[in-house]
């Protein structure tokens, strides 16, 4: 019964009011708010608030540099592949007129070995008229020969008196006729 | 308070829902001597300690979380440097350009309350913030920063904020009694909202805490203190929040002139 009320009594007394409105706490912990403060001021504007701020700053930079760097390679790549292009279309044009001259040297070169084939066969038609007609001559002339000699042979054989330049005439007349 | 007390005690459960915000000496045994009363300025109190520790998870955050000094940052880097981007832009976007240099300031306050405020919830421990002495210099502190810091750069002009020049000419009297009332009740209301808030949470807490001890209802109680520490997270959080950025507030009107 004694503890009892002795127990009542300190919690009542515990209770009896708000411990924040104690008034006889306030010095104890204004002094050590105070101190804190001033703790965590100094910490955080000597050392911390520096030090993040940098590295926030150091990493926006090369953020920023790293864009920066790759729109410098881009733009890279682009000059590149218009050069690239470029260096294309050139050798296209290059390769074209290489085509062309080509072509026209070969039409040249095939021009003129045409024109000397041209002459040649000309020539060798030329010679074998040429051959062909003296051919032709030559057996009309042994044609003139054998008749002359047959037209001796067939007066002397029918007892006649070959007249070498009457028989002649007579045959050439014969053969123009 | 004593009646309810009293009940509990007949009833055979005692709730003292205000026996958490008692400030004691440390280093004492309360079997052997009395550890609550005539304590002096100097000494080793709850408060001390939990100050400290609040001094020593800041340090741990900011300090150390950084020290690796990495554009690629680790967890606990990157968690200072979410702090530090959303105070900095906050102090920017109330205050202006000009009051970014009182960001070592703010982030000082936002960072005391938040520890202590979360430090405040780990079972046992003992909320700092909860006491108004605590609030009271804080938000005083701001208060006599901002009045002597807007005095001393805009001069006799800083009292031209209390004199609204875009109401009617015979209504501006009037409006600025009303302006200095409310300018004076800021501090009252900064501290208060702060102290009440940790206060009231922490003390419904323990009252429940308190009825887990009644066998039948106890599945609710323990519920409900589950419910309410969640709940309590979010105000140590908001509340730190909304003390930092009424700072802002406050300090936008000594940086940003009288113009309202």
């Not at chain 2, 000082?108 to 609030?135: E, K, Q, R, Y």
């Not at chain 2, 922490?202 to 429940?208: E, I, L, S």
């Amino acid at each position: 019964m004694a503890t009892e009320a002795h127990e009542a009594a300190g919690a009542a007394g515990h209770s009896a009011g708000m411990p924040q409105l104690d008034t006889s706490t306030w010095d104890n912990q204004i002094f050590w708010l105070v101190v804190a403060l001033v703790v965590i001021f100094l910490v955080l504007w000597r050392v911390a608030l520096p030090r993040i701020g940098a590295v926030l700053a150091e990493r926006s930079g090369t953020i920023t540099n790293d864009l920066a760097a790759a729109e410098e390679l881009k733009q890279k790549a682009l000059a590149a592949e218009k050069a690239y292009n470029e260096a294309l279309e050139k050798a296209r044009v290059e390769a074209g007129r290489i085509v062309a001259e080509a072509k026209a040297e070969i039409q040249a070169d095939l021009d003129k070995a045409t024109a000397k084939a041209d002459a040649e066969i000309a020539a060798k038609t030329a010679e074998s008229e040429a051959r062909i007609g003296e051919i032709r001559a030559g057996a009309l002339e042994s044609v003139t020969e054998v008749a002359k000699d047959t037209a001796k042979e067939l007066v002397a054989a029918l007892g006649g008196k070959a007249d070498a330049r009457s028989v002649t005439a007579a045959i050439n007349a014969r053969l123009k006729g | 308070m004593t009646d309810v007390a009293a009940e509990g005690e007949a009833t055979g459960f005692a709730i003292h829902p205000m026996d958490q915000f008692i400030v004691k000496r440390f280093f004492c045994d309360p079997a052997h001597a009395d550890c609550t009363s005539n304590i002096g300025a100097f000494e080793i109190t709850n408060v001390t300690v939990w100050m400290a520790a609040t001094v020593l998870a800041i340090i741990a955050l900011m300090v150390f979380g950084s020290r690796g000094r990495a554009i690629i940052p680790s967890r606990i880097q990157s968690v200072g440097e979410m702090i530090y981007g959303f105070i900095y832009k906050m102090v920017e976007d109330v205050t202006g350009h000009d009051g970014v240099k009182y960001f070592p300031f703010v982030m000082t306050l936002f960072l005391f309350v938040l520890f202590s405020n979360l430090l405040g919830l780990i079972p046992m421990s003992f909320t700092t913030t909860s006491h108004v002495a605590v609030t009271v210099t804080l938000a005083l502190s701001v208060f006599l920063f901002v009045t002597i810091l807007g005095l001393v750069k805009n001069g006799i002009g800083f009292l031209g904020m209390f004199w609204v020049s875009s109401a009617p000419l015979a209504l501006r009297p009037v409006l600025a009694v009303i302006e200095v009332i409310s300018y004076f009740v800021r501090p009252v209301s900064h501290s208060i909202r702060l102290a009440g808030n940790l206060m009231a949470g922490h003390a419904v807490m323990k009252v429940f805490a308190g009825f887990a001890s009644m066998a039948v209802i106890s599945p609710v109680a323990v519920g409900a203190v589950t419910a309410i520490y969640g709940l309590e997270l979010l105000v140590a959080v908001v509340q730190a929040y909304v003390f930092t950025i009424l700072t802002c507030v406050y300090l936008k009107d000594a940086v940003g002139g009288a113009h309202h």
